[in-house]
């Protein structure tokens, strides 16, 4: 079984997944809002789960709408893993971005299923988004012994 990658470091997936370049992409598609050409099918389905809600959508463009309805400004993603699957990726990430004059954070989950070296199906599962306030709530009440 492959190693998986973890991030922030520059290490790379193994060759012979042949995903590590969607991988790249995926983060790239997270930071900006945008899909990077040759991440998504144009007929990528997209079910994305977060608390208490679930909204689904089809096609690249409808992808990218509702990332950005999401995350409407630029973001980052300091710290992700990726293992490869027969036929695709896992990928669990924490992302983080500006918004209404504060930082926000999420950890979420994300299966995407892989034809033709394009993601056609991507199920994700997100933790919600954390204001600053319940950032430092969580963190003067949990001891986190891992990042």
Not at 7 to 19: C, H
Not at 26 to 54: H, K, N, Q
Not at 67 to 73: E, I, L, Q
């Amino acid at each position: 079984m492959p190693e998986p990658t973890v991030q922030p470091t520059a290490q790379a997936l193994p060759a012979e997944s042949g995903i590590d370049p969607l991988v790249h992409r995926f983060i790239r598609f997270l930071e900006t809002g945008t899909a990077p050409e040759g991440l998504f099918a144009d007929d990528v389905f997209v079910d994305f789960t977060l608390p208490l809600w679930r909204k689904q959508v089809s096609g690249r463009h409808a992808a990218e709408e509702l990332r950005r309805a999401g995350h409407p400004d630029p973001g980052t993603v300091p710290q992700w893993r990726a293992d490869p699957i027969p036929g695709g990726f896992v990928i669990e990430f924490q992302e983080s971005w500006t918004a209404d004059g504060q930082q926000w954070t999420a950890r979420e989950m994300a299966r995407a299923d892989v034809t033709n070296g394009t993601v056609t199906k991507l199920s994700v599962y997100c933790t919600g988004d954390w204001d600053e306030a319940l950032v430092r709530e969580h963190a003067a009440t949990e001891t986190m012994i891992r990042p």
